[in-house]
Each structure stands twice: as structure tokens, then as C-alpha cells.
């Protein structure tokens, strides 16, 4: 069955520091992936997103995620967090299963940001 | 160009009643796909309506039922509420075809059922 793990339930991260937010998916074909940001109460905003082509995407706020077919991965990172990235982020496949085009998620990682 | 819209905000409902949530699509957006968030976890797929028609659905009761207007706003109705349908409720729209993956979502509605 097609799946979408995120190991890490809660991450804390400094202002400044780098940060990778880690997602394994598991489905058959080309996955199309995507990240998506949650603040609290609020719905979900596209970070970015993979259909085909290079490896490397990026997206708005400055992260940018990696695409590695031999590791069934797509790891969210930026380079240096700010203090309103705090919030939390899930993964998502885009699944044909049963006729259904759909998006299955992952769990999610709630990220806290100390100043 | 106007991004998803939802309405309410939040409802709160007892056990038993119905429930009508509304979702106004992105301009140019022609399907709309409606989750499921309960308090910690990610989305579960409703179900999806594309052109009017139902398009897929997920592992819900038939008491959750939709509607897709002509002008691609949709409902989701959901008949004898049940505590464990208290949840925030997230409309995304997309467009058809290979686009239909890559979903724009409106701020949900929190359900709270007693």
C-alpha cells in the first residue's frame, strides 16, 4: 500500500541554524511529491513540489527538498530557520490507488524554532 | 486571483445533527478534493468532485456526501453527526488532468460535535 512516513514527531531547531525535515514514502511508479507548512489553526500552504526532472527543487521561504529514488526520500531543507518557520510541515504522494486521485500524507513534523 | 475559500470557520454541532461546509475553488480550478485533519494527524481523502461529478472517494460513510456546483464551489454534508467527527475540514482545488495532484487549500473548518 502506497505510504508516507515521517520519523521525526517533533524537531527543535535554533534561530540561524540548518535545518532537514526528513519524509520516506513508499509507492510503485514515479511518485509525485510534495511538502506542505500548517500553521496553527490555519490550512495548508504549498512549499514545493516533484513530478519529474531534476532531483533538486525548490520552493518559497527558502527551502528546497531532494529527490532520491534509491532511498524511496524526499527530505525538506533550508539553510538557515527563522523564527516563523515554526510550525508544522507534512509530506504528501499523489496516489492513483483504487481510481482515486488523491494526496496521502504523512503524519507531520512539528517544528519549534528557539531564538 | 482569489485563493479557496471555506465557510464558517468554525461550527459547533451535537450528536445526531447535520452539517453543510462550503469551499469556493480557486479561479480557474475545476476540482476540489475535500479532507479530513483530525487533532494531530494528517489529512484523510473524502472524496473529490471533478466538473460536477463525484471523481474518487476515500474510506468515509455514505452519511458524507458532496456537491459540485457549475461554477466549481462544492459542498460537504455530513448527516448524523458523531463525536468522532470533530475535526478540521480542508478543501483543496486543483486543476484536471496531471495538475490534479498539485492542491491549493482553503483554511478549513474546525467541526466540533458534543
Known amino acids: 500500500a502506497q505510504s508516507v512516513t515521517q520519523p521525526d514527531i517533533h524537531i527543535t531547531v535554533s534561530e540561524g541554524a540548518s535545518l532537514e525535515l526528513r519524509c520516506n514514502y513508499s509507492y510503485g511508479a514515479t511518485p509525485y511529491l510534495f511538502w506542505y507548512v500548517q500553521s496553527p489553526g490555519q490550512g495548508l500552504q504549498l512549499l514545493l513540489k516533484?513530478?519529474?526532472?531534476d532531483t533538486l527543487v525548490q520552493g518559497i521561504k527558502g527551502f528546497e527538498a531532494e529527490f532520491k529514488r534509491s532511498q524511496s526520500s524526499f527530505n525538506l531543507r533550508k539553510p538557515s530557520v527563522h523564527w516563523s518557520d515554526a510550525a508544522e510541515y507534512f509530506c504528501a504522494v499523489g496516489s492513483n490507488a483504487g481510481n482515486n486521485r488523491k494526496l496521502i500524507w504523512g503524519l507531520g513534523t512539528s517544528l519549534a524554532v528557539n531564538p | 486571483e482569489t485563493g479557496v475559500t471555506q465557510s464558517p470557520t468554525h461550527l459547533i454541532k451535537t450528536r445526531g445533527q447535520q452539517v453543510t461546509l462550503r469551499c469556493s475553488s480557486q479561479s480557474g480550478h475545476n476540482t476540489v478534493s475535500w479532507y479530513q485533519q483530525a487533532l494531530g494527524q494528517g489529512p484523510q481523502f473524502i472524496f473529490q468532485y471533478y466538473r460536477e461529478e463525484e471523481n474518487g472517494r476515500g474510506n468515509f460513510p455514505p452519511r458524507f456526501s458532496g456537491l459540485q456546483f457549475p461554477n466549481y464551489s462544492s459542498e460537504l454534508n455530513v448527516n448524523a453527526l458523531e463525536l468522532d467527527d470533530s475535526a478540521l475540514y480542508l478543501c483543496a482545488s486543483s486543476l484536471g488532468d496531471r495538475k490534479i495532484y498539485e492542491q491549493y487549500f482553503g483554511p478549513g473548518t474546525r467541526l466540533t460535535v458534543t
Open positions: 516533484y513530478f519529474s526532472g
